[in-house]
């Protein structure tokens, strides 16, 4: 089998590429010219360079594939129109360069990500399906794809997978700056609330499961370990896994809101995405993202491997390896 995949230079991407390769497939990376590649490097593999949001770049780079997973996205930005001009419309160049040359292939496999669905009440669960209200403009630029990809239904077999919060080696994140503080002795707690999580090795079982199932055509899932974490329990877990002694911190969502304009100068100083916006900060505020797994489960019997504690201690090994702690 022939695969393609954007953004396989990426924290998520780099795991699928070596998932794929581990299979036996044909793996193809669509990378931005002058990107980094050091996760990938060395590996049974072919490189194309090619920029999603220039169409003319991709030109034949599409064809002779059975499967193309489309991964490349930006997560944080400078400026708020870069999210739809690379998720969005990145997205819809390679989705309408399939429709528009009437490229064959088995699956189009959209990654998604909880943003799309926005944040939820206290209690209960939404699913997949349930209204979307995104709170962010990368949470909107997803859903945007997500609803293109829904009208192209006829001329596209696609599916949809929304990643919750993801973690595990490789990620230099939310999380990993977790890692850093608890490692330097202090815990700090942002915001209360429940989310989903999911460990990026079981991401990627997902992510083969849903291009092999012809359940999958046409469907969209949640991809997370089953049941929801509190943010407590997951700097809890991560401290236990360290091994460490803490001195833990509440810090005031109010706090938190003053630091965004600090930060915006520095990111224009610097050139580089503010380490924390205002998309980080009603990702606090709107504290409970409680969506149910249902769906994936009972249609393709898939149920996470890694429990939290196995997960986190995974990651924090491997960022020791690497000398990152």
């Known amino acids: ?18 998932a794929l390769i581990a299979k036996g497939f044909s793996v193809t990376c669509i990378i931005k010219e002058g990107e980094d590649l ?8 072919k490189v194309v360079y090619g920029d999603v949001t220039r169409k003319s770049t991709l030109g034949e780079v599409l064809n002779g594939y ?8 930006v997560l944080a930005a400078k400026k708020q129109q870069d999210y739809f001009r690379v998720n969005y419309e ?29 944040p939820t009440n206290a209690v209960g669960k939404l699913d997949e399906y349930s209204p979307a209200n995104p709170i962010s403009d990368y949470g909107r630029s ?8 829904e009208s192209l239904s ?6 949809i997978l929304r990643l919750p919060v993801m973690y595990g080696p490789r990620d230099t994140g939310a999380l990993f700056n977790y890692f850093k503080f608890i490692n330097r002795g202090i815990k700090p707690l942002l915001g209360r609330g429940e989310s989903n999580i999911c460990y990026v090795k079981d991401a990627v079982r997902a992510m083969l499961s849903a291009a092999e199932s012809e359940k999958a055509a046409g469907r969209k899932y949640l991809v997370a370990q089953k049941g929801l974490v509190a943010r407590e329990e997951i700097a809890l877990y991560i401290q236990r896994v360290m091994n460490k002694k803490v001195i833990t911190i509440r810090i005031p969502l109010f706090l938190l809101l003053a630091s965004i304009p600090v930060f915006s100068l520095i990111s224009f100083i610097t050139g580089r995405p503010p380490v924390f916006n205002i998309r980080n900060y009603n990702d606090l505020k709107y504290c409970h993202w409680r969506y149910s797994t249902k769906n994936i489960e009972n249609e393709l019997g898939f149920e996470a491997r890694f429990k939290l504690a196995a997960g986190l201690l995974e990651t924090y090994s491997w960022y020791k390896d690497n000398g990152l702690l």
Do not use: Q
């Open 1 to 18: 089998m022939k695969v393609l995949v954007t953004g396989g230079n990426g924290f998520i991407g780099s795991h699928l590429v070596e």
């Open 38 to 45: 050091k996760w990938i490097k060395g590996l049974d593999m």
């Open 66 to 73: 059975d499967c193309i997973y489309h991964l490349a996205a």
């Open 90 to 118: 990145g997205s819809r160049n390679i989705i309408d360069l399939i429709v528009e040359n009437k490229i064959k292939i088995k699956r189009f496999i959209f990654i998604s990500s909880i943003a799309a669905g926005g």
């Open 142 to 149: 997803k859903l945007a794809v997500e609803r293109y990809l």
């Open 154 to 159: 006829e001329l596209i077999p696609w599916t």
